[in-house]
């Protein structure tokens, strides 16, 4: 990931900004410009999604890709939030053994990677069991 | 003054290592270490934390509690002495995650421990000049300490942040004042590009940490009128258990008076977040009408003194976000060798 990229999606990075169709009131993360229920008549808006939800699935990395090596073994899962979408988040804080499908979680501000010891920080979401 | 605290929110890590833990690797006697600062363990911060993803959650919580727009925080100053990026202000990164972004000033402040509370007495100023509604102070570090060095079984992690407003009915607490006192006292310092920081030894108690917060404590005593019977609690910078409670004898208050904000046997000196974190669990119990003294410190040398009376808005807000209890009792144990490869002292 470049830094450009990085920059223009710090809204939905750090604060979760997806999008609500006013016409059918289907909020969809990442951002998208259609609504893919409503098509033309949709109307989507920036939207704010709660920072609750409940994991859908996970899996334990053990062999980490480049940036994350200190932190294996790690649980990354799919979280559905309390409004619909679902997204992919590391499950931060916790023995990745102990988590389990069902569990609730809540989304937090950590660091995702770098750049290298030199370069930017990237900065974003991961879920926290409660 | 007529300024007051909105909202407060703290963050403190999860992971915690014990004394035992340190002693063990280097030999020394536990039970020793543990009387003599009067610390049990302290909060260490995960792979993927830092003094801003700190600053965040405590910022959160203080919008939170605060119940106030982000978009009318009009200044936010990160106080650490472990910011992130030597060039990149942490204050930037925490006003974007909060929503306050774009129309607001934001810098980061150093001053050793007391960088957070050095914020809070900007904010207070520019509010009672009209210059914003509201200003957000937070002070948050990742401290180290070399391996071996006395404060490795200190250095902490956590972080506490305010939002200052007009006083009124969001006011949970009014800022009756603040005084400072402040002189070059070479007691603990740090280098460019040095990852550790050196200090004096027995230096840093006498003419350093007792001189400068007795002496801004007093200075505001004498400015109010007060005296330690007129306050319900203290809460003195925790570099260890030992120094906030003599301090306190040397200023006429009881160990009952400090102890509710003394956090430091559980987390360790949190630096920046440390007085701060202190506040915010003393206004997680008091009563309306109570008064507080807080009096910080950073070395280097200098500290502020802040009264602080309870008002009534404190009943519907504490309970709007995590209390400081709430991350203190929730650690997880790690052990000397987990905690060397979270604070990267072995590398892959
Ligand atoms: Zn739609």
Redesign the interface.
């Known amino acids: 990931m470049g830094v450009p990229r990085f920059w223009r999606e710090i809204p939905n990075r750090y604060n979760l900004i997806g999008v609500k169709c006013k016409n059918c009131n289907r909020v969809l993360f990442p951002p998208r410009f259609i609504c893919p229920g409503c098509r033309r008549v949709g109307k989507l808006e920036p939207h704010k999604l709660k920072d609750r939800g409940k994991i859908v699935s996970f899996t334990v990395v053990h062999v980490p890709p480049n940036g994350f090596e200190g932190q294996a073994p790690y649980a990354l899962a799919i979280v559905e939030l309390e409004e619909g979408p679902r997204l992919t988040a590391q499950i931060t804080d916790c023995d990745p053994n102990q988590v389990k499908i069902g569990d609730d979680v809540e989304m937090v501000f950590r660091r995702v990677g770098q750049e290298g010891e030199d370069g930017v920080i990237y900065y974003g979401y991961k879920a926290r069991l409660v | 003054m007529d300024v007051g605290i909105i909202g407060y929110g703290v963050y403190i890590p999860?992971y915690r290592l014990k004394v035992e833990e340190v002693a063990r690797v280097w030999g020394d006697d536990a039970e020793r270490v543990k009387r003599g600062l009067l610390l049990e363990e302290k909060s260490v911060p995960?792979?993927?934390?830092?003094t801003?993803?700190i600053a965040?959650?405590a910022a959160?919580n203080a919008v939170k509690r605060g119940g106030v727009d982000p978009k009318e925080i009009g200044a936010i100053y990160v106080g650490s002495e472990s910011h992130?990026?030597a060039v990149k202000p942490t204050a930037t990164?925490v006003a974007?995650?909060i929503?306050a972004t774009p129309n607001l000033t934001a810098a980061d402040y150093e001053f050793a421990c007391k960088a957070g509370t050095a914020g809070i007495q900007t904010c207070m100023g520019m509010v009672e000049a009209r210059m914003m509604k509201y200003g957000m102070a937070i002070g948050a570090d990742t401290a180290q300490g070399a391996p071996g060095d006395p404060l490795e079984y200190t250095a902490a992690a956590g972080g506490g942040a305010l939002i200052i407003g007009k006083n009124g009915a969001g006011a949970l607490a009014t800022i009756e004042g603040t005084c400072s006192y402040t002189t070059d006292t070479p007691d603990f310092w740090r280098r460019e590009m040095q990852p550790y920081p050196r200090h004096g030894g027995r230096f840093t108690g006498k003419p350093a940490y007792f001189k400068h917060v007795t002496s801004a404590a007093s200075a505001l005593l004498r400015q109010l009128q007060l005296t330690s019977r007129d306050f319900a609690y203290a809460v003195f910078h925790q570099p260890n258990g030992k120094f906030p409670l003599q301090v306190a004898k040397e200023l006429g208050f009881s160990s009952e008076q400090v102890l509710p904000g003394l956090l430091v046997v559980k987390i360790g000196n949190t630096y920046s977040g440390s007085t701060m974190i202190g506040l915010a669990a003393v206004l997680d119990q008091a009563k309306p009408g109570e008064r507080i003294l807080m009096v910080s410190y950073g070395s280097g040398a200098g500290s502020d003194a802040f009264s602080v009376m309870v008002q009534d808005a404190i009943e519907t807000k504490r309970d709007m976000a995590p209390k400081v209890l709430d991350y203190v009792n929730r650690g997880?144990n790690i052990d000397y060798s987990t905690y060397a490869?979270?604070r990267?002292l072995l590398?892959?």
């Open positions: 999860r995960g792979p993927d934390e830092d801003a993803t965040v959650e959160c992130p990026y990164i974007e995650a929503e997880i490869r979270l990267r590398v892959r």
